[in-house]
Nanobody
Framework: QVELVESGGGSVQAGGSLTLSCAVS????????TGWFRQAPGMEREGVAA????????QYATSVKGRFTIARDNTPNTLYLKMNGLQPEDTAIYYC?????????????????????WGQGTQVTVSS
């Protein structure tokens, strides 16, 4: 079982920045793909950013491309989502997730269905 704990959410004004962190209870080596997702009230959970250990480039939702950046640091086992130029439509609960691959993770995916382990979420609120 892998545990994930997000932090760094909060309230900002439009145009502001936040960096979300996600502490992961296991070493994220070649076998783990990583992703960030969000869910606004009344909406389905959507993929925001995803990364593979090697192989494909990072993937971003069209709405956040150029503003958000996904990163991982294996010492300690932490994922990051750096968010710049935040807009009111970015308001949502943000979740980090990882998926285990028996062989190396080579393809980033924005599909929530592909992820095995999830954090509890952190609220991001952007006011105009």
């Amino acid at each position: 079982q892998v545990e994930l704990v997000e932090s760094g959410g909060g309230s900002v004004q439009a145009g502001g920045s936040l960096t979300l962190s996600c502490a992961v209870s296991t070493y994220m080596g070649v076998n783990y793909c990583t992703g960030w997702f969000r869910q606004a009230p009344g909406m389905e959970r959507e993929g925001v950013a995803a990364d593979a250990f090697r192989g494909s480039d990072s993937q971003y939702a069209t709405s956040v491309k150029g503003r958000f950046t996904i990163a991982r640091d294996n010492t300690p086992n932490t994922l990051y989502l750096k968010m710049n130029g935040l807009q009111p439509e970015d308001t949502a609960i943000y979740y980090c997730a990882v998926r285990y691959r028996p062989t190396a993770c080579t393809t980033a995916s924005l599909s929530p269905d592909r992820y095995n382990f999830w954090g509890q979420g952190t609220q991001v609120t952007v006011s105009s």
